[in-house]
Structures are given as C-alpha cells and as structure tokens.
C-alpha cells in the first residue's frame, strides 16, 4: 500500500509541475545547421580591374599613351587626373612621340593655320603640338584632343616647364 502511495504521490507531483510550467504559444525553434560558408576575416578581392598606371617616368607634367588613346596629369609623382581618353592626329600628321617640356600656354587660342578654336591649349611640341579641348572621335593635326573638362584640368595643372612625355 505504501508503494502504490508512492507511485499515486510521484504522479501529482508530475502532473502539477507540467501543469504549473508556464506553456509557450509558439513551438521552439530547432536550430538548422548552417549552410552558409564559414566567414573569414581575410580581405575581398577587387571586383574591378584599376585603370592603368601611367607608362612614363614624368614626376610633374603629363604623361600620354598613343597606344592606349589615354594620358594623365602628374604632380610629385602623384596621378592627379587620368586616365582620360586621347585623340590624336593621323598617320600623316602623327602625335609626335618623345619627352618636351610645356612651352606656352593660351586658354582661348586660334589656330591660325587651320582656322579652329583650340580651347585650353597648353603648347609642348615645335609646330603648335598642344593639349586641348577637342572631338576624340576625330583625327587632330598632331594635337592631343581631350574633352572640355580634361583640357581645362591639364590647362589649370601644367605650368611651363612641366614636362610632358608621350608614349609610342
């Protein structure tokens, strides 16, 4: 008798700890293993290539790539515009390539010889070869077109004397 009232005791006991439970209104979670890839601290690889860095020795002056139809303006060895996209002349009246130095500068010239507006004109090669604002889907006479924007930044960061070196 004494062990039936063990029992009998044992089970209210069970029953009035699962009834004084508080009761959840939402159904617990299992956690799901993650299918996630574990995350690392190492840092992500670019998804952009960098532009081009400029293939010329110019510390302070531009620096123009005829094969890559760009240039650059340089200040202390620093990249301070470019790449920018370059037009240049035909076959016939080639973009000279070498190392120059800026000659003159004239914010509004016309060419005589030609008869054209030449905005932003920085002048660095003998026979009026200059940087200036121009088309770059047209042959120039041996000028190095670039947009209106670029030509007036290479116009404002190259003094003379700066020298400019342009790349086969």
């Not at 700890?17 to 670019?46: F, G, K």
């Not at 054209?116 to 042959?139: K, Q, R, Y």
């Not at 700066?162 to 086969?168: E, H, I, K």
Request: glycine share 8%; aromatic share 6%.
């Amino acid at each position: 008798m004494r062990s039936t009232r063990v029992v009998a005791l044992l089970g209210f006991l069970l029953v009035t700890a699962a009834c004084a439970a508080p009761r959840e209104t939402t159904p617990s979670l299992i956690a799901e293993p993650s299918t996630l890839p574990p995350t690392t601290s190492a840092t992500p690889t670019p998804t952009t290539t960098p532009p081009p860095a400029p293939p010329c020795d110019v510390k302070t002056g531009a620096c123009v790539s005829l094969s890559q139809h760009l240039a650059w303006l340089l200040r202390d060895g620093q990249v301070v515009r470019g790449p920018v996209p370059a037009g240049f002349g035909p076959p016939d009246q080639a973009t000279p390539a070498g190392s120059f130095h800026v000659v003159w500068k004239d914010r509004d010239h016309h060419s005589s010889i030609y008869g054209t507006n030449m905005p932003n004109s920085v002048f660095f090669a003998a026979g009026g070869i200059a940087f200036h604002a121009g088309p770059l889907d047209a042959p120039s006479h041996g000028c190095v077109h670039l947009s209106d924007a670029d030509s007036a930044a290479f116009f404002d960061g190259l003094g003379v004397g700066d020298a400019v070196q342009v790349q086969a």
